[in-house]
Nanobody, 115 residues
């Protein structure tokens, strides 16, 4: 599986961005899809995830502001980010996970939120 993330950029606090992650290969619908982020000097953290049944998970820090969704026909997972804060600034990575062995990462897309 290869993942191509896009949609990052520079936005003012309170603004919105929509990240997309398109997958190549087959069996996309079988993967748990997640969005992670890594800020400078910090560990990578799971921001949001969506199961094969489209059940979402959100980190407490983004609940009520971010929405994750998936379109299996397009092999794409999205992350709608609203009410962005400067602390959301990070490189965002998408991940496709079938198991602990079969886990794939996209190249990352930079999100910068200015105050």
């Amino acid at each position: 599986v290869q993942l191509q993330a896009s949609g990052g950029g520079l936005v003012q606090a309170g603004g919105s961005l929509r990240l997309s992650c398109e997958a190549s290969g087959s069996a996309f619908s079988r993967y748990y899809m997640g969005w992670y982020r890594q800020a400078p000097g910090k560990q990578r953290e799971l921001v949001a995830g969506v199961s094969i049944g489209s059940k979402p998970y959100y980190a407490d820090s983004v609940k009520g502001r971010f929405t994750i969704s998936r379109d299996n026909a397009k092999k794409t997972v999205y992350l709608q980010m609203n009410s962005l804060k400067p602390e959301d600034t990070a490189v965002y990575y998408c991940n496709a996970r079938l198991s602990s062995v079969y886990s794939y990462w996209g190249q990352g897309t930079l999100v910068t939120v200015s105050s």
